[in-house]
């Protein structure tokens, strides 16, 4: 068990990342608000991203720009160790994410304010009972 703490402690910034994805999905589940469900939703993606990014961390590695493989054919002297760059990939998806979770919450919003000038309301049950009305 002791063998644990040092582990958990060591890996806290994932901790925090599951922290915030259960306050987004918390949000999304519980609230009966759509500016809330949506507020969380963004929680939940920026935890996302957050993890993401972490994961492409490495400790003392560099970008993966081979300045020698750029001087021409005599260039294959020098040996390339992987394990000395990051991995760009999960970056550049994030940034893609990024992109995406705006435009999803702002069309979600855009929504909001539709169906708020529709019905003067953003309560679920509500939106639920004038619906059934109709």
């Known amino acids: ?22 306050i987004g999905l918390y949000a999304m589940i519980a609230k009966n608000n759509l500016i809330k469900k949506l507020v969380g939703m963004n929680i939940f993606q ?3 991203i957050l993890f993401y990014l972490s ?23 020098s040996v390339i160790h992987a394990i ?15 992109v995406v979770s705006v435009a999803t919450f702002g069309v979600a919003m855009a929504l909001a304010v539709r ?4 019905y003067q309301t953003l309560e679920e049950d509500e939106l639920r009972m004038r619906l059934s009305e109709e």
Do not use: C, F, S
Not at 1 to 22: E, F, Q, R, S
Not at 55 to 65: F, R, S, V
């Open 115 to 118: 169906i708020y000038q529709r």
């Open 46 to 48: 920026t935890a996302i």
């Open 84 to 98: 000395d760059y990051i991995n760009p990939l999960p970056h550049v998806l994030m940034l893609t994410a990024i």
């Open 1 to 22: 068990m002791m063998d644990l703490l040092p582990v958990i402690v060591a890996k806290y910034n994932y901790w925090l990342y599951v922290i915030l994805m259960m």
């Open 55 to 77: 994961i492409g961390y490495k400790k003392d590695a560099t970008l993966p720009i081979i300045e020698a493989a750029h001087e021409g054919h005599g260039a294959h002297e």
